[in-house]
């Protein structure tokens, strides 16, 4: 990566606490691009927490440099950096004595803007986040945890910051109320494009929100940095093996899309095709069926056995694929719907266009 | 019966007769007393909020400071006020420098405490979000230590429209300048009346505290709805 390209750079940053003699963090140097986001993971201990907490200068560094937008965060005054950057926590921390309308509120207030500016943000916010717009009157002890989180997210963002450090946002909701917020911060990535630093111990977590993955082992060492997919393909060594866990293979189909394997042109024919065109295609692809195609369309499929003695396949008793995908769809979906249909391949389709089919084996060795 | 035991005469527990005569100085005595008890408030919630926010901010200065203004608490009031007349004679002054050593302690204690009961949560998303440490004091450290802070303004108040009759010892007025007419007297009329106004002054201050946190506590009302 080139010199200036990182939106957040760590350089060979160390930090022991007073009264300790090992390191927290040792000896980090870490590049975060912008744009996106960037998961710290590691057991507990690893110094994941302290790391972002040097970046908005919560803790102090030991020794080392970080810089935030080419600019070294020492250079201005605590205070003026955080105002700049987004700040989430796992307790949320929303003040209990201020409405929700007030808490969003908190930096643009700091920053000194006018209250009708202050209060246009918070209604747009409010809608960012998805929150019901009734809910800015009421104290934070009536919201539920959920909600509690989306305004803390809310109020994170609330100055347009570039930058959002998020320290185990989710993990102290359940675990349907987590998957919904976890959806929620990715479709406003989407929308909003931070450089987020993202903290957590769920490793699935960070497979599935994060664009890169920096593993850390405790006392803050860096074991492995790259993208979710590059690690689980080729984890750097052992620890960052066994941090990733079982089913690694799995994990991955999580990650790679159906376009991201060759497709293969599946166990079709055109509707005027012979029942000898069709059962030399049934042999290839060792199936008792074959798809029936008018055009791009698909029509759907024949049995082998009800074939016999017609003159063309678009003729026979035409049932309709269940086992369909889109090239958008996850590998893991897609074998999903291939072991739960009990075929051996799925459909795919886009906008009704045929693509081709995906079997069993080309997800294998789409893993690979 | 009971008219022979409440209004007979100058020899009963309470006679009215005297009551009416007197408006004016009950009145008066009213007037000082809660001046005294006021300021000595006034002053008192103002030094500790300084020495709070110095052991706040400087952790290790708590204790002797604690322990100076515990040896003030101890001290008995009436030693305390024999031992200022000498120095800074009879009137206000002595009488408020005794009345506001004695609130020094519980009202110390409660801002500490209240600002210590802050989630770490709420304290570190505040300086998370920028505030200068000062600010987030201010905005956010004692708006939500208010109720331990008033729950120590009751206790001091209470404590000190009592401790206010003993001040007429030394010239600065009050309820107390009766009940001591009515010891010298052994008259009861005066010690009744001044007793009683003063137990309703400090019942007032409490209500009025109690109302006061209710006020500047909107949202420890709500219940949790979800």
Not at chain 1, 74 to 89: N, S, T
Not at chain 2, 148 to 177: E, K, M, P, Q
């Amino acid at each position: 990566m080139v010199a200036g390209d990182a939106a957040i750079r760590l350089e060979a940053v160390t930090k022991v606490f007073p009264g300790s003699t090992a390191a927290a963090v040792n000896e980090l140097s870490l590049d975060v691009p912008p744009g996106t986001l960037t998961a710290l993971v590691g057991p507990s201990g690893c110094g994941k927490t302290t790391t972002l907490k040097m970046i908005n200068r919560l803790i102090e560094p030991t020794s080392g440099r970080i810089v935030v937008d080419g600019t070294d965060v020492r250079d201005r005054p605590a205070h003026e950096l955080r105002r700049d950057i987004g700040y989430v926590i796992q307790q949320v921390g929303l003040f209990p004595h201020q409405t929700v309308a007030t808490n969003i509120g908190t930096v643009p207030r700091l920053l000194g803007w006018d209250k009708q500016r202050v209060r246009d943000r918070v209604a747009e916010l409010v809608e960012l986040v998805g929150l019901d717009e009734r809910l800015l009157r009421r104290y934070p002890s009536e919201l539920s945890g959920g909600q509690q989180q989306r305004v803390g997210v809310a109020r994170a963002l609330a100055a347009d910051p570039p930058i959002l450090l998020m320290d185990e946002p989710y993990s102290a909701v359940d675990p349907i109320v987590r998957v919904h917020l976890q959806d929620e911060l990715l479709r406003l990535q989407d929308l909003v494009q931070k450089t987020i630093v993202f903290v957590t111990h769920d490793i699935d977590e960070a497979i599935k929100l994060a664009d890169r993955i920096a593993i850390l082992a405790v006392g803050g060492v860096l074991e492995q940095y790259g993208a979710p997919e590059e690690l689980l393909r080729r984890p750097a060594n052992e620890f960052v093996e066994q941090f990733l866990g079982r089913e690694r293979g799995l994990k991955r189909m999580a990650l790679l899309k159906v376009s991201d394997v060759p497709l293969s042109p599946g166990a079709v024919v055109p509707a005027e095709a012979t029942p000898a065109e069709a059962k030399e295609v049934m042999g290839r692809f060792g199936v008792d069926w074959v798809g029936v195609l008018e055009g791009d369309r698909l029509r759907g499929w024949a049995a082998a056995g009800d074939l016999d003695g017609l003159e063309r396949v678009g003729d026979a008793p035409l049932e309709r694929f269940v086992s369909w995908v889109t090239p958008g769809t996850a590998l893991r979906e897609a074998l999903d719907t291939i072991v739960t249909t009990r075929t051996r391949a799925a459909v795919v389709l886009e906008d009704d266009r045929y693509l081709g089919m995906v079997f069993i084996e080309q997800i294998a060795e789409g893993v690979e | 019966m009971t008219r022979a035991v409440l209004a007979a005469d100058a020899k009963s527990f309470l006679w009215w007769d005297w009551v009416d005569d007197h408006y004016d100085e009950i009145w008066q005595r009213t007037l000082e007393h809660l001046r005294l008890a006021g300021l000595a408030l006034v002053i008192g919630f103002a030094i500790s909020l300084v020495l709070a926010l110095v052991a706040l901010r400087f952790r290790r200065t708590y204790a002797p400071i604690t322990w100076v203004t515990g040896i003030l608490y101890t001290i008995p009031s009436l030693a305390l006020f024999a031992f200022l007349v000498p120095i800074t004679g009879l009137g206000t002054l002595t009488a408020e420098i005794g009345l506001v050593g004695y609130t020094l302690l519980i009202l110390l204690r409660n801002i500490v405490a209240g600002v210590d009961g802050v989630p770490a949560s709420v304290k570190e998303a505040a300086d998370g979000m920028g505030y200068t440490s000062w600010r987030r004091v201010g905005a956010v450290d004692l708006r939500l230590a208010t109720p331990t802070i008033i729950a120590g303004l009751r206790i001091a108040a209470v404590t000190t429209v009592g401790l206010v009759t003993i001040t007429a010892l030394v010239g600065a007025g009050g309820y107390g300048v009766l009940i001591d007419d009515g010891l010298s007297r052994r008259f009861n009329t005066p010690i009744v009346v001044g007793a009683t106004l003063s137990i309703a002054m400090a019942v007032a201050f409490d209500l009025t505290l109690l109302g006061t946190e209710r006020a500047l506590t909107p949202w420890a009302r709500r219940s949790r709805r979800r």
